[in-house]
């Protein structure tokens, strides 16, 4: 069986190979001929700011931290397309600080418009996991946040602060809500510097004891599927199965579908 590379050998494998791709610099006067493609590591060194054996070490695969604006050099520095600038940054495990914030970036038409065209319960989630679009067969499950009565889109806020949240979860309130926060964290790591979701954090501590309890456990888990169970006075349980699709134009938002169980 073939080990998998490590991400600091996939790294160091993808700059040498876009270095030795780059188009060289015209040769100085009396400079001989180049005996290997593309640009040197020194040439690229000295363009992105960094020295020699550092770049050398990250090409290499060492254990080497790349800052993110020492990443934006070099992806300046190699003419990195907007796909190999997204990789380059995915492999280093650094956010981009060229990226859009979402306020800059509105969310595409067409992704708000798709849960209509769902029959089951579905519904988008921005980045700061306030809803942005749903359909009527969401609006009916989720009373108390998605239907007409309801004030309160963001999804962290209204399991927190809302006592409705505790009526539609019924007793699976408290392992549902934990697994809320420790998806949401996983989603904050990846962008620990964003004011709005700094300021909704101290907002859900500040209404919320359960909330900085399980945030302050430091757990992370991926937005996962599974049964979901809600309780709505005078009907008998309603059971789902929840499944979140990642959005490639707005990579921070969720398309959340859920299936009737059996």
């Known amino acids: 069986m073939t080990t998998p590379p490590r991400p600091y050998r996939m790294l160091g494998d993808f700059l040498r190979a876009h270095r030795e791709q780059h188009a060289a610099p015209p040769p100085a006067i009396g400079e001989r001929r180049r005996r290997t493609p593309g640009l040197r590591r020194e040439e690229l060194a000295a363009t992105a700011g960094v020295s020699?054996?550092?770049l050398t070490w990250l090409e290499q695969g060492r254990d080497v931290q790349a800052s993110a604006h020492t990443l934006a050099r070099l992806a300046s520095a190699l003419d990195l397309t907007p796909a190999e600038?997204?990789?380059l940054f995915?492999?280093?495990r650094r956010r981009d600080p060229a990226l859009p914030d979402q306020e800059a970036s509105p969310l595409p038409a067409s992704l708000l418009a798709l849960p209509e065209t769902i029959a089951?319960?579905?519904y988008v989630l921005d980045g700061e996991w306030t809803a942005r679009a749903w359909n009527r067969q969401a609006a009916a499950v989720f009373s108390g946040w998605l239907d007409d009565g309801s004030q309160e889109r963001n999804l962290l806020r209204f399991v927190f602060c809302q006592p409705a949240a505790r009526i539609l979860l019924g007793s699976d309130w408290s392992e549902r809500a934990r697994r809320l926060v420790a998806e949401f964290r996983a989603d904050v790591n990846r962008r620990p510097r964003d004011p709005q979701l700094l300021t909704l954090i101290t907002d859900l501590e500040g209404c919320s004891v359960e909330f900085?309890?399980?945030w302050h456990s430091q757990s992370v888990l991926n937005r996962e599927g599974g049964e979901r169970r809600f309780l709505h006075p005078g009907h008998h349980d309603q059971r789902y199965r929840q499944t979140?699709?990642?959005?490639?134009?707005a990579p921070d938002c969720k398309l959340v579908c859920l299936l009737p169980a059996g």
């Open 85 to 87: 600038r997204a990789s």
């Open 212 to 214: 900085s309890t399980f």
């Open 52 to 54: 020699t054996t550092w």
């Open 120 to 122: 089951v319960p579905a």
């Open 90 to 92: 995915d492999l280093a």
């Open 244 to 249: 979140t699709l990642l959005v490639a134009e």
